[in-house]
């Protein structure tokens, strides 16, 4: 791979990863959503593959599909599944106005760069300097954690949190160990799967699942 | 010797195999147990066998003990024995879920177990993962709102703070490229700690112990502990109190030992002396006005977290050991404590404190060792909590966190007098119906007296260890060495 292609993959691949997670930010269709959590799994995984093969390290196949199998098709679809059952295509709730969301998505994205520089100090390479999608997507993963009411679409932050942290994981180290990335992966699938059901639980139990409606349990 | 380390990850996986396979059967509440028992033997021979020898290492170098992980599977063993022994349902209590009750409380152990154990930092991330993941149907079995509610708060709190602490731990493995080769591995980073990139590995370290402090139930980010602690089932609540939370503060001493001698104790001596002292603020502010027995229980969990993250802040031979000592006094006294409280909520169908009454002279089985452990709670002599309190304390003036160490004993004051109250209310308070107490026929749910035995060596043990604790000195102290020594 030339260093102009590396360069032109990575940057397609950083550049989609930010999109998507910008995107999440306002809409309030769930199968929206979804569907761009799968573009951001795609993403990713090509990420990966780029990371990879750049390096010359033959598992970056193994790995790459693996991601692509969990992150964009089994996740969606366990979400997608979950979606159905409870009859939720359509999010209510958001704790803030659309414009606030989209300003402080922004600002959150500012944010990342600024920290992420003093962090990478002086590392040159080109991977690195891609770093701070990883952190925006982190931060923004965070925001619509904490500003969205439904479960779904928190479930949606809580994976694009961690889409960004397994970004800046391949862009500072060229990947963890193979064991470790198959134990992350699964952990985060299983992860997915018990707050699906739990999300099934919570619609036949009170009727919707609206998280910022809980409010059984306080002092 | 290596072999032995597979024991407490494999045999518990068998035994969750088989617990599904026979899930009608009663006795598959016995397989924890037993696990559990196994866990413990591994962890004494471990300790003894690691002090003799020096660290173990297996499967090329994943998985290490030394003297701390052979201490911490030890205090996993102990505290697990009591509250899965202590917490086996009565018969009529028994419903048709055990089977996979059983197995996720064998998978449970044996996350715990390769948590600590694992020289990997992305290894034992996905081990506290999976402690979360065991756990989430464990708290939510109850059913029911709350349950849920809780179940939800917790699962989703608990992975997003692990994620973060993920966050943290690459920044610190990418900190060691300047060393050579990035690396992931404890010692590894701990041997070429001086090397360290410092910026990169002060965020690591930051986020990393922000990470686990979610998870270990340090305020201000515990808000799941209460909700969980007092919706799960009572074995799930002594172990998650008694044993979840001290394994994530394994993590945090780990990166403190990383992270000190890298960059100087400043840091991380900061981090925890605010998370201590808040954590101490948060249940003096709460326990007083608590309704809940569960709930009262849980932040006292969040005031012993809070004395552990003091204690490490403190640093050096003496806190470590009394910090690694605490762990295993507040443990078997915790997990007897919530095995007590789910049969005082057997027994009165409520958790209102307002409704348990006059427990001593009602149900002598229930008031008599809840008083106890509650006095072993709030670290009254002979009870070892008391020595290690006073051990934390006395080393956070030496090494000169004066002002710190007055405030958190004001705060534990404020605890305690907001604890006693309530307990004394619970066990010796005054009866609104003195009569129902003498003429009330015996329950039918009298526990068989073997149920009592698990409560009784918990509390036996944590009374005499304080005295007895000269065996323990050399493993203790190797422990501290495995953390890098006295800072």
């Known amino acids: 791979m030339s260093i102009q292609t590396y360069q032109q993959l990575l940057a397609t691949t950083t550049g989609l990863l930010l999109l998507t997670a910008v995107l999440q930010v306002w809409g309030r269709s769930i199968v929206r959503a979804i569907g761009l959590l799968v573009l951001q799994g795609i993403a990713l995984a090509g990420l990966v593959l780029t990371v990879g093969l750049y390096a010359g390290e033959d598992s970056a196949w193994v790995v790459a599909g693996l991601l692509l199998v969990v992150k964009a098709v089994i996740m969606p679809w366990a979400m997608l599944r979950s979606a159905r059952l409870i009859g939720v295509t359509r999010e209510h709730s958001s704790r803030v106005n659309a414009a606030v969301e989209l300003i402080g998505a922004a600002g959150l994205t500012l944010l990342a760069y600024a920290v992420s520089g003093p962090i990478l100090g002086n590392h040159s390479d080109l991977a690195a300097q891609a770093v701070p999608v990883g952190f925006s997507l982190v931060l923004l993963g965070f925001w619509q954690l904490l500003v969205r009411g439904s479960a779904i679409t928190q479930l949606v932050g809580f994976l694009m949190l961690d889409n960004g942290i397994a970004t800046i994981s391949f862009l500072t180290f060229g990947g963890l160990p193979l064991v470790v990335e198959l134990g992350a992966t699964l952990d985060v699938l299983l992860v997915v799967l018990i707050l699906g059901v739990l999300m099934v639980r919570m619609q036949a139990e009170q009727g919707h699942i609206d998280i910022s409606e809980l409010r059984e349990l306080r002092d | ?487």
């Open chain 2, 1 to 487: 010797m290596a072999i032995l380390i597979w024991v407490p990850l494999v045999l518990p996986l068998l035994l969750a195999a088989v617990s599904i396979v026979l899930r009608s059967r009663a006795w598959t509440l016995w397989l924890p147990v037993s696990a559990a028992a196994v866990l413990l033997g591994v962890g004494v021979t471990l300790v003894v066998s690691v002090s003799s020898g020096g660290p173990l290492v297996t499967a090329g170098g994943l998985i290490r003990v030394d003297a701390l992980s052979a201490w911490m599977l030890t205090v996993v063993g102990a505290v697990a024995v009591v509250a899965l022994w202590g917490g086996i349902p009565h018969r009529t209590h028994r419903n048709r879920n055990i089977g996979s009750f059983a197995s996720l409380l064998c998978l449970f152990l044996s996350a715990m177990s390769l948590a600590v154990v694992a020289d990997n930092l992305g290894l034992m991330w996905v081990a506290v993962e999976l402690t979360t993941i065991t756990t989430a149907f464990l708290v939510g079995s109850r059913g029911g709102r709350g349950a849920l509610e809780a179940a939800w708060k917790y699962v989703v709190l608990g992975s997003v703070g692990v994620a973060i602490a993920f966050l943290g731990l690459i920044l610190l493995s990418a900190a060691s490229r300047t060393t050579g080769e990035p690396t992931l591995s404890w010692v590894a980073l701990l041997a070429h700690a001086g090397g360290l990139d410092p910026t990169l590995a002060r965020a690591g370290a930051a986020l990393a112990v922000l990470g686990f402090a979610t998870k270990a139930g340090l305020a201000p980010v515990h808000s799941w502990l209460p909700d969980a602690h007092s919706q799960a089932p009572a074995t799930v609540s002594g172990l998650m109190s008694g044993v979840l939370l001290s394994v994530a503060f394994y993590a945090i001493l780990r990166v403190q030992a990383i992270a000190d001698a890298a960059l100087g104790p400043e840091l991380m001596r900061g981090l925890l002396t605010a998370a201590g002292l808040l954590s101490l603020a948060v249940t003096a502010g709460l326990v007083i006005t608590q309704k809940d027995f569960k709930r009262l229980l849980a932040y006292s969990s969040i005031e012993h977290m809070g004395l552990l993250a003091l204690g490490a802040a403190a640093g050096g031979p003496l806190a470590i050991a009394a910090v690694l000592l605490h762990m295993l006094g507040h443990g078997l006294v915790k997990s007897s404590m919530f095995v007590l409280a789910g049969r005082i909520l057997g027994y009165t169908g409520s958790h209102d404190i307002a409704d348990v009454r006059n427990l001593l002279r009602r149900r002598p089985d229930l008031g008599g060792p809840f008083l106890l452990g509650a006095a072993a709670l709030l670290g009254f002599p002979p009870f070892v909590t008391f020595f290690t309190e006073v051990a934390i304390i006395v080393a956070g003036f030496q090494r000169g966190l004066g002002w710190q160490m007055l405030l958190a004993c004001a705060l534990l004051l404020v605890v305690f007098a907001g604890i006693a109250r309530n307990v004394l209310a619970m066990t010796v308070g005054a009866d609104p119906d003195p009569d129902a107490a003498r003429t009330s026929p015996a329950p039918p749910d009298l526990p068989a007296r073997f149920r009592q035995i698990p409560i009784g060596i918990a509390l036996g043990v944590t009374a005499v260890i304080g005295f007895a604790a000269w065996p323990l000195a050399a493993p203790l102290l190797d422990a501290v060495t495995a953390l890098g020594g006295a800072r």
